[in-house]
């Protein structure tokens, strides 16, 4: 036992002094603290265990009024406290607190008993770890009350959503399908009240032909998590549903939410709409329809064609850029101008394959309402020309020395197309004059002289050009 201001031996002599020395050994080893207060109220010996005081500065607490050692909160138990150990000879237990340097105060409760000579022994507990816990179980209790309440609010959004959504929706138990819940659309759409649709097996109120792709629809859910939309027909003649699956998972059960829309479209509709969608896949254009940063969410066999992949697969979620246009330069202008207009006519382009297949295109597309975006590409590299062989040979080059951007200076670049731009017209107007120098330099605008020179410089002379031509 240990104290902060007398050897253990000199510490423990006034509480022997008090009381037998069991008892002194006792009240120090069941307590933090223990005092003794004079008459007065003056502490006249302080002593606690363990090697360090439960309260910062207790060691100098001898010849200090004990009120002037608590908060003034808590000076009148203290002041209570001594006044029934005076009359009383004993005490409620009392919790006070002690300021503390550290900066939070320090809860101590205290038991009081008067002394033979009048003096009072005080015996103290420090509350510090039960307090702490306490305050760990009320911000337990108060979060637990937080979730409570926010799970129920989450179900009664969800009880008030599920019971007014138009779709029949029925939760089953993926286990032994067995329905656990159902909409009140879902107790119209199979005439039955809740109470006697919960508890069947499902699939039920299926027509028998529409039973296997049920079935299938929701085997694919299981599997995937989540199936599409599956027309199917309705037992006792009650029409066609659209009907998608989704599975989750919820207290160790794994459950089917199963959607039943209504199909009741007019006559013909459903036709037309299949046609379309044939006509689409069908299509020898190429018809993609992509998000608004031009990820690819649905392709038809044309463009795949085009882009050399086998399946629609490998082009979902990538950019339509990896195939369409310079990497990382065209479509960013097909998006930009599709923000501003909402539609591309007719923009020339080029669309490269994986296996290295490449093709000129004319390209248009339109904003959908949804964000996303569709666009229609036209194969033209096998289109009959309309323009003289040469005019297209000045395209490829051209093509070809733009390519070189950032590789040659500019100067360099500008001489380069000079010389191809007058060796194109030069040729253009030998074929246009039947290769007839003399009207050809009519023609251009030059003399017969310069025209040779030209010819000779690239190339075009074909041998001594000094001749006269025949006109």
């Not at 490269?352 to 666009?375: H, K, M, N, P, Q």
Request: net charge negative; glycine share 8%; proline share 3%.
């Amino acid at each position: 036992m240990t104290s902060g201001h007398s050897a253990s031996n000199a510490s423990r002599a006034p509480l022997s002094g008090l009381a037998p020395d069991w008892a002194a050994t006792l009240i120090t080893a069941t307590s933090e603290v223990a005092l003794v207060v004079d008459r007065g109220g003056i502490i006249r010996h302080v002593e606690f265990s363990g090697a360090e005081p439960p309260v910062d500065g207790a060691e100098s607490w001898v010849g200090t009024p004990w009120v002037d050692t608590v908060t003034p909160e808590s000076r009148g138990k203290i002041e209570q406290m001594l006044r029934e150990a005076t009359t009383a000879g004993t005490t409620r237990r009392r919790q006070v607190n002690h300021p503390s340097r550290a900066g939070a105060d320090i809860p101590v409760a205290y038991n009081a008993v008067r002394a033979e000579d009048g003096s009072v022994v005080a015996v103290g507990r420090d509350l510090r770890a039960i307090s702490t816990l306490q305050q760990r179980l009320v911000d337990t209790q108060q979060a637990m009350e937080r979730d409570y309440w926010k799970l129920r609010h989450v179900e009664t959004r969800y009880r008030l959503l599920f019971q007014l959504s138009t779709d029949a929706i029925i939760v089953v138990d993926a286990d032994t399908m067995k329905v656990v819940d159902a909409s009140n659309a879902a107790t119209r759409l199979f005439d039955l009240p809740a109470e006697k649709l919960v508890g069947r097996s499902f699939p039920l109120g299926i027509a028998v032909g529409s039973a296997r792709a049920m079935e299938d629809l929701l085997a694919a859910a299981r599997t995937t998590g989540h199936a599409g939309d599956v027309r199917i027909t309705l037992a006792d003649g009650r029409g066609e549903s659209l009907a998608s699956a989704s599975c989750f998972r919820q207290e160790n059960l794994t459950l089917l939410l199963i959607r039943l829309s209504r199909f009741a479209a007019p006559a013909g509709v459903s036709a037309t709409r299949e046609q379309v969608l044939a006509l689409v896949q069908m299509a020898p254009d190429a018809c993609v329809i992509t998000d608004a940063d031009g990820a690819i969410v649905y392709a038809n066999r044309a463009f795949l064609d085009l882009a050399q992949l086998a399946s629609e697969e490998q082009a979902k979620a990538r950019s339509l850029g990896n195939w369409v246009g310079r990497p990382g330069a065209d479509l960013q202008v097909f998006l930009s101008t599709l923000k501003k207009h909402g539609v591309v006519r007719v923009a020339a382009s080029s669309v490269r394959g994986d296996l290295g297949l490449s093709s000129e295109i004319e390209l248009s597309a339109v904003t959908l309402a949804d964000g996303g975006i569709g666009f229609i590409l036209r194969d033209v590299g096998r289109r009959v020309a309309t323009v003289p062989h040469g005019a297209r040979d000045l395209t490829k080059a051209v093509e070809d020395l733009t390519a070189l951007v950032g590789r040659v200076s500019l100067p360099t670049l500008v001489k380069d197309t000079t010389d191809l731009v007058e060796r194109h017209f030069i040729e253009a107007a030998l074929e246009l004059t039947g290769d007839n120098r003399t009207t050809a330099a009519e023609v251009l605008g030059l003399s017969r002289q310069t025209l040779y020179v030209k010819l000779r410089r690239h190339g075009l002379s074909g041998g001594d050009t000094d001749t006269a031509e025949a006109i």
